[in-house]
């Protein structure tokens, strides 16, 4: 397979340029697109080498391209836009996977499928960020609770930092409904 992978930072431009050249993208049919809800969500525009150059001439911008060979995997960072050309006959895998580091560009990409068209393909939030985030909230005032627990037999008081996070639990929980 033949992957482009863009920068995070580059996301403005690229939608910039996808915006501004639209018309001239094709569906498999060669029928030209009839809308555009969004530049990149819509995943209906694959950039040819030529639309590649006149990216690099018109916005300074290139992908990282590389071919992806029998039995590798390919990472793409949160929030990097990419596309795919497959080579031969192959089967996807895919994983969705959310790293601390990563979280903010997960609630920006959550942020961005909710504000798309009720019956757009994208609509759905896969990553379901802030569910793990709550889960994750309450594992960690689970493993206070117990820390709190241990210590109060070993004499020492955590009280105090235990209500704080009980409270900030709470609130987070109310935030998440």
């Not at 996301?11 to 809800?37: A, G």
Request: one cysteine or more; hydrophobic letters at 35%.
């Amino acid at each position: 397979a033949l992957w482009d992978i863009f920068r995070r930072e580059d996301v403005p431009k690229l939608q910039e340029y996808l915006k501004r050249h639209w018309k001239e993208f094709r569906h498999f049919d060669n029928e030209p697109l009839d809308y555009m809800d969004h530049p990149i969500h819509d995943q209906t525009m694959f950039l040819s080498m030529d639309h590649k150059k006149k990216l690099k001439e018109e916005f300074g911008i290139e992908p990282w391209t590389f071919e992806q060979h029998t039995g590798e995997a390919v990472f793409i960072p949160a929030g990097c836009p990419h596309q795919v050309r497959n080579l031969k006959s192959c089967i996807k895998v895919a994983l969705d996977f959310v790293s601390p580091e990563n979280v903010q560009h997960c609630l920006r990409l959550t942020e961005e499928f909710r504000l798309l068209p009720k019956n757009h393909r994208a609509k759905e939030d896969k990553l379901e960020v802030k569910k793990m985030m709550l889960y994750a909230v309450s594992a960690a005032n689970k493993e206070l609770r117990s820390l709190v627990s241990k210590s109060k037999e070993s004499g020492v008081e955590f009280s105090n930092i235990h209500s704080q996070g009980s409270e900030d639990f709470e609130r987070i929980a109310d935030d998440g409904k």
